[in-house]
């Protein structure tokens, strides 16, 4: 049968309120005044906000919607929604659809229930919602959804967009300074842009229903290795199953429809794992894309009897998932800054903004590795091609011998094109030809950096608060000196030499899960190691960062502290549930089955002693099974001590310590019996599925 075809370029963005339906239904003066909001940074006024209310509500009803809802990003690291109705009485019984800019513009959620790191008290429960006209609203579920920002009655944020706006405008305000400097006169401002690749797993729902560990945590707890993994690099980029193929054509379907741009698919590493990935856009627009995305991808597999996994780490012994953060600055008139053109200004501008991001990588290595900290992330950092939790920097063969003649002052010998930068004693180079590092925790690329250590489930808001607040910062140290420079040629070439010798250390090609890197990087270089979420999390308060964020005005001195403890928080009641599910499921499930097991060979034994039989297998596999049935028993009691314990400690940090060197130590332990009764017990008794079924039945 042929299958239906349809028009891509009709469905998509068809429930999206974007510029394309603006300017089609919005008077000329209103959507003139509206693009200056949006593009121009212009203040958004009642009476606008009126006729873009009233417009926006007319074409939501005539696409079937009947509610609204401010869409917000909390810190549970999900989005949020309270929906209302267009329906206002009249008087006479009946209704009519109403919708004002003052519910455009404004919401008040209850701030009482969310995460707020003691910024807010349970008492006080007023919060705002406030329209982000840069971001499109779209229509879902017969309601529309209109992007917002969320903070307190106080002004403080509580939400990951407030920050990374601020965050936006940091950049482009010192990324201006320096295009002003190569006498750009064109741009009006510059912005951060992501593409976020997204990694998941799918697994059958029915085998998923059978265990609590996906069920409550995401991950499997328990769980011996298959006979067959990936091993034989069989899955990466291979033919896509049926039943994962129709998954994926209706999940473009609704991403299109809601103006994401999903651009590729394909069958990852792991077996049953697989990664979808747009087309860059704004940092804020991509942000709030990917959480749409891995709220369609959760909701479209449930209809294909699939659930999707977004856990970092969902199997052990094979690749976790991450989210490939792609991240550049562009002109709002389409100039990639991080691309190094074909002329000598241009390419002298690209090396200044490729050096500034070298220092501030090199400066704030720390708030790059804290911003993808997770207790998922944990598992997946340093190993099966996720990069180690060192942070670093790969430029390539060819962009290194650029910054290395760049001190050294002589040119770089390439059989490919030769750029001449434009100051005497800068070196010709070409254009970026570098191979790709998979070890790399924060790789260029060509025409972007690929942050490769965040977390498939992560906001990706995060991460890119911190990208672009420390670049900001390196920008505006250089334009300070550059605009004072009598001889700019000559102050930017010291400038350079001077930053990259400085700040060399950072930049490492090789492989990444070498141990010697590890020794290299910490004895030698003294790049900081912050192996896990409890190691990286407190230096967001250190004060060298506190006065950065606090400098940009992207975090207040309070919203730092606070989202410190909301971070250690989260860790510590992921790892208390996963203690939980993990003793629950040792006792009620797995030591009953090994019991039955272990009943029946007992049954045998007796059976064969009694025929006069010999029975020294069995007796040994009995022993055997015993020996760590018993172990198991023990190791049940000890997490159950350490969960407890851990659940008494009231200081927050303190707290995490515990769960991380007691508790987690504590469930490896337990798991490491279990998942050899797993290798041992027939399989009519093992209780629940297994990896073999879980990875290869889809």
């Known amino acids: 049968m042929t299958e239906k075809t349809y028009d891509v370029t009709a469905l998509f963005g068809s429930d999206v309120f974007n510029e394309a339906v603006m300017k089609a239904k919005l008077p000329k003066a209103t959507f003139k005044e509206l693009m200056k909001v949006i593009h121009e940074d212009a203040e958004l006024t009642l009476p606008v906000a009126e006729v873009v209310a009233s417009v926006m509500k007319d074409w939501a009803v005539e696409k079937g919607a009947t509610h609204y809802t401010h869409w917000f990003q909390p810190m549970t690291g999900i989005t949020a929604e309270k929906h209302d109705s267009f329906i206002s009485p009249v008087g006479d019984g009946t209704v009519i659809m109403e919708f004002s800019g003052k519910e455009l513009i404004k919401g008040e959620p209850d701030a009482s229930s969310f995460p707020s790191g003691g910024l807010r008290a349970t008492f006080e429960a007023r919060g705002y919602t406030a329209w982000d006209p840069t971001s499109y609203a779209f229509i879902k579920d017969n309601t529309l959804y209109i992007p917002t920002a969320f903070f307190s009655y106080s002004g403080e944020a509580l939400d990951k967009k407030t920050p990374l706006l601020r965050s936006m405008e940091a950049v482009s305000k010192q990324a201006m300074r320096i295009l002003k400097l190569f006498g750009n006169t064109t741009a009006k401002k510059v912005v951060a842009t992501v593409g976020a690749e997204q990694e998941y797993f799918l697994v059958d729902k029915t085998l998923y229903d059978k265990r609590k560990d996906l ?291 950072i930049i490492f090609n090789g492989n990444g899960y070498d141990a010697s890197w590890v020794k290299e990087a910490v004895e030698v270089r003294g790049l900081p190691e912050l192996k896990s979420t409890v190691d990286a999390l407190p230096h967001f308060c250190d004060a060298k960062n506190v006065e950065l964020f606090t400098k940009h005005k992207v975090f207040s001195e309070v919203e730092i502290h606070s989202r410190t403890d909301i971070m250690l928080e989260n860790y510590s009641k992921a790892l208390n549930i996963e203690a939980l599910t993990t003793a629950e499921m040792a006792k009620k499930e797995i030591l009953p089955a090994v019991m039955m097991f272990e009943k029946d060979i007992c049954d045998v034994i007796i059976s064969k002693k009694n025929a006069g039989i010999g029975y020294a297998v069995e007796e040994a596999l009995a022993n055997k099974v015993d020996s760590l049935l018993t172990s198991m028993n023990s190791k049940i009691t000890v997490l159950e001590e350490a969960t407890v314990k851990a659940q008494n400690i009231t200081e927050v940090l303190d707290q995490a310590k515990c769960y991380h060197d007691e508790v987690f130590e504590a469930m490896q332990s337990l798991r490491a019996d279990a998942d050899v009764l797993e290798t041992i017990v027939g399989e009519k008794y093992w209780p629940f599925p297994t990896y073999e079924e879980l990875l290869f039945n889809v």
């Open 215 to 505: 069920i409550f945590t995401g991950r499997t707890l328990f769980g011996a290795a298959p006979v067959k993994g990936q091993e034989l690099e069989d899955h990466y980029f291979g033919a896509i199953k049926q039943r994962v193929s129709n998954y994926m054509k209706d999940l473009d379907k609704h991403l299109w429809a809601l103006g994401v741009s999903s651009k590729t698919k394909h069958n990852e590493v792991a077996p049953a794992q697989h990664e979808s990935a747009p087309i860059f856009e704004s940092a804020n627009l991509a942000t709030d894309h990917n959480q749409l995305t891995m709220e369609i991808m959760k909701k479209v597999a449930l209809e294909h009897g699939m659930v999707c996994l977004l856990h970092e780490k969902p199997f052990a012994g094979v690749n976790g998932s991450g989210k490939h953060d792609n991240w550049a600055i562009s002109t709002d008139d389409g100039l990639n800054l991080l691309n190094p053109g074909d002329s000598p200004m241009e390419n002298a501008q690209f090396l200044t903004f490729l050096v500034a991001i070298i220092k501030a990588v090199d400066e704030h290595a720390d708030l790059l590795r804290l911003s993808v900290a997770t207790a998922g992330n944990d598992h997946r950092l340093g190993a099966n091609e996720a990069p180690p939790a060192i942070i670093s920097i790969f430029l390539g063969e060819e962009l290194t011998e650029v910054i290395e003649a760049l001190v050294s002052g002589t040119n770089v010998e390439s059989k490919h094109s030769q750029f001449d930068i434009g100051v005497s004693s800068l070196p010709k180079f070409p254009k970026d030809t570098t191979d790709r590092n998979r070890t790399s925790p924060f790789a260029f690329t060509g025409n972007k950096f690929e942050f490769r250590s965040v977390g498939s489930s992560l906001n990706i808001s995060g991460p890119n608060i911190v990208l672009n607040t420390i670049v900001a910062e390196a920008l505006e140290q250089f334009a300070d000196v550059l605009e004072a420079a009598d001889d700019f040629k000559a102050a930017l070439n010291t400038l350079l030499v001077d930053t990259i010798k400085k700040h060399k250390r």
